[in-house]
């Protein structure tokens, strides 16, 4: 009973960050109409935490073994609770984006710390259906978020959006300081300032790049610049791991077929999701004239569908096999995509509906069954450094997936008649994505046949 009440305190945590990114993202479309926010400023709104959050989520991690999943818990909820609050005390400008960049280092203590606490916690057998039930916790905040967002900024606009984020990272904290034990599994070795400084700087500018790229030509001085420092720093920072006695992680992870692939196919997989979902938004609210309101009600066929996905994710696995069912969840994605972006070129709302269901249940299965193939590749001691680099997958995945697809979408100028016609070409791309992440798990399935043994797809 006490692990069940563990679990709840974990996924809240995770809620709490899906909650923050889709209320921002839903509400964003109607804040710009009445605050006149350009497009850059918008997506900047948004990405500016994620950039932080993914750049830092190495370290956080790694802070996560040193210092214990339990005390990193509690700074970052205590963290994310200030930064939401200097947000909606912001307005807008400079100091929002600096605001949300402080929320995304927070999270990036959040996240990992949860995971590894997750992975402490639980035996073998139970891990997959926690770290499924953690996982769907992320589907309940994005099937919220939109809704909260569409009350919220109609009565206060983006601070009261912002505030929203107060009472349920107060309840977090409150769980994990009675919850999470103490005693969790550390690692007492010094920390790698160094190494984590450099794929900080690699991270960091690697993302610039990207985000940069949809306002800026993709041969402009900014985001050449911040492309050539970044790959400078990830090769210092990958000679510094190779030599370094206490390296911030372990670069022999990688040499692990199933963990490297696993992470690919979260990254990958990631892409098309996020991409997806944010086009999906502005498509709503722009190109259908749809309320916030209203646009978070069509929406909620996605966060749904990926909340149950999540769910039967381990009675999938465990009737299929972890490889297989991972293709199935793939498979089931990339055709609820495909038929997205065909019902994109239309005016029907229940076949866009529709198209939503097949493409957040694959999603949801497919990226619980990769976050527990990519934990169950590293021995438990690891399991902050494996959190946080499948949380980094997860992240950089979307990060690139908004830029991108933003920027197939005509992100310099998001009008009406731009939306409308560019959404189907946008969504095509998350397809391409998502048959990628199909190749490569097709690929892992069998590099792991010789020693592991799906059972046939039956009842048991």
Not at 49 to 62: E, I, M, N
Not at 207 to 229: C, D, I, K, Y
Not at 283 to 296: I, M, N, S, T, V
Not at 316 to 344: E, F, I, T, V
Request: proline letters at 5%; one cysteine or more.
């Amino acid at each position: 009973m006490k692990r069940h009440r563990l679990l709840l305190v974990l996924s809240a945590c995770f809620f709490c960050v899906a909650l923050d990114n889709s209320k921002l993202v839903a509400a964003l479309p109607a804040l710009a109409r009445v605050a006149d926010l350009s497009p850059t400023w918008q997506r900047w709104t948004v990405e500016a935490g994620l950039l932080v959050y993914a750049s830092l989520l190495l370290l956080g991690g790694s802070l996560s073994e040193r210092f214990g999943p339990r005390r990193m818990l509690l700074l970052g909820l205590c963290g994310f609770g200030c930064a939401s609050l200097a947000g909606a005390l912001a307005g807008s400008g400079y100091p929002l984006i600096a605001a949300r960049a402080c929320s995304g280092a927070a999270t990036a203590c959040v996240t990992p710390a949860a995971l590894a606490a997750l992975e402490h916690s639980f035996v073998d057998r139970e891990r997959p259906a926690a770290i499924a039930l953690w996982t769907a916790s992320f589907g309940v905040g994005m099937a919220i978020g939109p809704l909260l967002a569409g009350l919220l900024v109609t009565q206060g606009g983006l601070s009261l959006v912002l505030l929203g984020n107060l009472p349920p990272l107060a309840l977090c904290a409150w769980g994990t300081f009675h919850m999470v034990p103490t005693d969790l599994p550390r690692r007492e070795l010094p920390l790698d300032f160094r190494g984590a400084s450099l794929c900080l700087l690699a991270a960091a500018c690697c993302l610039f790049a990207m985000l940069s790229s949809p306002s800026h030509a993709w041969r402009s001085l900014e985001v050449l610049g911040s492309a050539l420092v970044g790959a400078g720093a990830l090769a210092l920072a990958r000679r510094w791991l190779r030599r370094a006695r206490y390296p911030l992680f372990d670069l022999s992870l990688f040499s692990q077929a199933g963990f490297s692939s696993a992470l690919l196919v979260i990254f990958l997989g990631y892409f098309a999701f996020s991409g997806g979902s944010f086009v999906v938004v502005q498509y709503l609210q722009l190109a259908r004239a749809k309320p916030p309101l209203e646009a978070g009600l069509l929406s909620l066929p996605l966060a749904s569908s990926l909340l149950l996905g999540t769910l039967f994710a381990p009675r999938l696995a465990l009737r299929c096999g972890a490889q297989r069912s991972l293709w199935l969840n793939l498979s089931l994605s990339c055709s609820g995509l495909s038929l997205l972006a065909y019902a994109s070129d239309g005016r029907s709302d229940l076949l866009l509906c529709l198209a939503l269901v097949p493409f957040g249940a694959g999603s949801g299965g497919a990226f619980a069954t990769a976050t527990e193939l990519s934990l169950r590749a590293v021995r438990p001691e690891r399991a902050g450094t494996a959190a946080a680099l499948s949380e980094s997958a997860f992240e950089f995945g979307g990060v690139l997936g908004i830029a991108v697809l933003s920027m197939l979408l005509g992100s310099a100028s998001l009008t009406p008649n731009s939306v409308a016609a560019l959404a189907p070409r946008a969504l095509w791309t998350g397809v391409c994505s998502m048959l990628l992440a199909l190749l490569v798990a097709v690929r892992l399935g069998r590099s792991e046949a010789a020693r592991a043994t799906p059972s046939a797809c039956s009842d048991p």
